[in-house]
């Protein structure tokens, strides 16, 4: 299942901004930080953090749930490249601050890899399939059927898997600190397991089976 069940509905006053921004000729995907756009960032980041579980979409660390300065509303097809999708709700997610700043700085210097797969003729709608892009898509790929998380590092999967921690720089801590794993201990696992056994919320025992996965994998 994908991260995000469903896209963002606006409200009737971020919906007749948006109207008002896709009638001005002079609006450009720079005029996305505007003042004025603050109403529709804030519904867009309290949506997306909620709805993402407040997870980073492509790290799937913690962002920030109150501040916006850890959790930056995203367009997965860059709006750079893609400015016709910078309002359409299946385009948008939230990210963490480092994953921001890493694909932010890759946009400055006009480098961004487009996420969308190039067709022949220019998209007029909204790709709606897995296939139609090379990062792990929030609304309509899984995951974990892409990256394995391997404690604080990324493995790909598949070639999404390797486009996404290659564009957002996934594994930079390895390169930086170096492996971080310590071995588990028998304890370590037990309590793990015991917190699974103990409760009946499916959320949380799929995350202390995923956490029981990575410990095995070093046994
Ligand atoms: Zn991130």
Same mark, same amino acid.
């Given at each position: 299942?994908?991260?995000?069940?469903?896209?963002?509905?606006?409200?009737?006053?971020?919906?007749? *901004?948006?109207?008002?921004?896709?009638?001005?000729?002079?609006?450009?995907?720079?005029?996305?930080?505007?003042?004025?756009?603050?109403?529709?960032?804030?519904?867009?980041?309290?949506?997306?953090?909620?709805?993402?579980?407040?997870?980073?979409?492509?790290?799937?660390?913690?962002?920030?749930?109150?501040?916006?300065?850890?959790?930056?509303?995203?367009?997965?097809?860059?709006?750079?490249?893609?400015?016709?999708?910078?309002?359409?709700? %299946?385009?948008?997610?939230?990210?963490?601050?480092?994953?921001?700043?890493?694909?932010?700085?890759? %946009?400055?210097?006009?480098? @961004?890899?487009?996420?969308?797969?190039?067709?022949?003729?220019?998209?007029?709608?909204?790709?709606?399939?897995?296939?139609?892009?090379?990062?792990?898509?929030?609304?309509?790929?899984?995951?974990?059927?892409?990256? *394995?998380?391997?404690?604080?590092?990324?493995?790909?999967?598949?070639?999404?898997?390797?486009?996404?921690?290659?564009?957002?720089?996934?594994?930079?801590? *390895?390169?930086?600190?170096?492996?971080?794993?310590?071995?588990?201990?028998?304890?370590?696992?037990?309590?793990?397991?015991?917190?699974?056994?103990?409760?009946?919320?499916?959320? @949380?025992?799929?995350?202390?089976?995923?956490?029981?996965?990575?410990?095995? @994998?070093?046994?």
């Amino acid at each position: 299942m994908a991260d995000i069940l469903k896209p963002v509905k606006f409200s009737p006053d971020v919906a007749a *901004l948006i109207k008002k921004k896709q009638s001005d000729k002079s609006f450009t995907y720079h005029c996305w930080s505007d003042e004025d756009l603050k109403p529709l960032r804030i519904e867009v980041r309290n949506f997306y953090r909620d709805m993402q579980k407040g997870r980073c979409a492509y790290c799937r660390k913690d962002i920030s749930l109150r501040s916006a300065s850890n959790c930056h509303v995203e367009h997965i097809a860059p709006k750079s490249l893609h400015e016709k999708f910078i309002f359409t709700p %299946e385009n948008l997610c939230v990210i963490c601050a480092d994953c921001d700043e890493i694909k932010r700085a890759q %946009e400055t210097m006009c480098a @961004i890899p487009d996420t969308v797969v190039a067709r022949k003729t220019r998209r007029v709608r909204y790709p709606c399939t897995t296939n139609a892009f090379y990062i792990v898509h929030p609304h309509f790929d899984k995951y974990d059927d892409h990256i *394995l998380m391997v404690g604080k590092f990324y493995v790909d999967m598949t070639d999404k898997g390797g486009f996404t921690i290659r564009v957002c720089d996934l594994n930079k801590r *390895l390169r930086k600190f170096g492996w971080e794993m310590p071995p588990s201990s028998d304890e370590d696992l037990a309590e793990v397991m015991g917190d699974f056994l103990a409760t009946s919320d499916p959320a @949380i025992r799929r995350r202390k089976i995923r956490k029981l996965r990575e410990m095995l @994998i070093f046994e």
